[in-house]
């Protein structure tokens, strides 16, 4: 009996590798083979599912354009040039972004980068200069653009940032080396987050920053409100199914007093949400 099971373990474990073998020396090429490999290699507790999702989604940004992640010219976060630097330090500060595209007289006009660390160098030493002393040189590609053709440009030229362009020049969106690699390796933290314990960030009496996956439980208990949890256990499952597809950054959606904008997103799953209370209601008196 027990030669019988180790003869089967030895054929499984033969015709696997025999089809890596096989892949090896060239056949199967297409991408529908391999990916089914590595699947079957993170079955076997050769792969993680980490690893898998990364090698994933390196093959799927071979195929991606630049087009299917920018973010659109209408939800840019811009600077005038000719705008002091006193004057914009609050919205840069509010955004909290860390380059902001600089527009000319015509506002569909990209004319430069700006650096909040070049801002805060600056400001200190003289507030009279305006947006366009300062401002670096800023960087246009087409929406047509292979995502890993960009990666690789933004590591040789070490650039973060690049304004997309339509077929007649002017200015679609922007995208940056951190879009890039989040379709990689999903959400990419940085120090604008907040802790990991949290799920809800209060910054307004109006406004929050909500994690995705904050159970609706927890959500209803905070804002005193009684979201439907026995079909979704989380607020992010609840939007996309609100959505009906799988959203991109934002989109937004209303439930109830809400609107919900999606803030961090990649073509597997919601990360990170914004909430703005558009009607009045009563937030749980221990939160406030």
């Not at 362009?165 to 120090?191: C, F, M, P």
């Amino acid at each position: 009996m027990n030669d019988d099971n180790d003869d089967s373990n030895a054929h499984q474990q033969k015709s696997w590798l025999d089809r890596i073998s096989h892949f090896l020396t060239g056949e199967p090429k297409d991408r529908e083979d391999l990916l089914e490999i590595l699947r079957e290699a993170q079955e076997k507790h050769l792969l993680d599912h980490e690893a898998l999702s990364m090698i994933e989604g390196v093959l799927q940004v071979s195929e991606m354009r630049v087009r299917d992640i920018m973010i659109p010219r209408v939800q840019m976060v811009v600077l005038p040039k000719d705008a002091e630097l006193e004057t914009v330090f609050p919205l840069v500060t509010e955004s909290a972004h860390s380059r902001f595209p600089v527009i000319g007289e015509d506002r569909s006009e990209v004319v430069g980068i700006m650096l909040a660390k070049d801002l805060l160098a600056h400001i200190m030493k003289d507030k009279n200069l305006k947006v366009q002393d300062i401002m670096r040189p800023v960087r246009f590609i087409p929406e047509s653009k292979r995502l890993n053709v960009l990666l690789k440009e933004f590591r040789t030229n070490r650039n973060h940032m690049a304004i997309v362009v339509d077929e007649y020049g002017a200015a679609a969106g922007l995208v940056t080396i951190e879009d890039v690699l989040e379709q990689i390796v999903g959400e990419i933290e940085d120090e604008h987050d907040f802790d990991e314990e949290e799920y809800i960030f209060r910054r307004s009496d109006t406004e929050y920053t909500i994690k995705a996956l904050t159970p609706i439980e927890d959500f209803n208990d905070y804002f005193s409100v009684d979201f439907d949890d026995e079909e979704f256990d989380t607020i992010g499952g609840l939007v996309v199914h609100q959505l009906e597809h799988m959203p991109q950054k934002g989109e937004t959606v209303e439930m109830g007093p809400f609107r919900f904008e999606i803030l961090r997103a990649d073509n597997r799953r919601v990360y990170l949400l914004k909430l703005k209370i558009i009607k009045k209601i009563q937030v749980a008196e221990e939160n406030t």
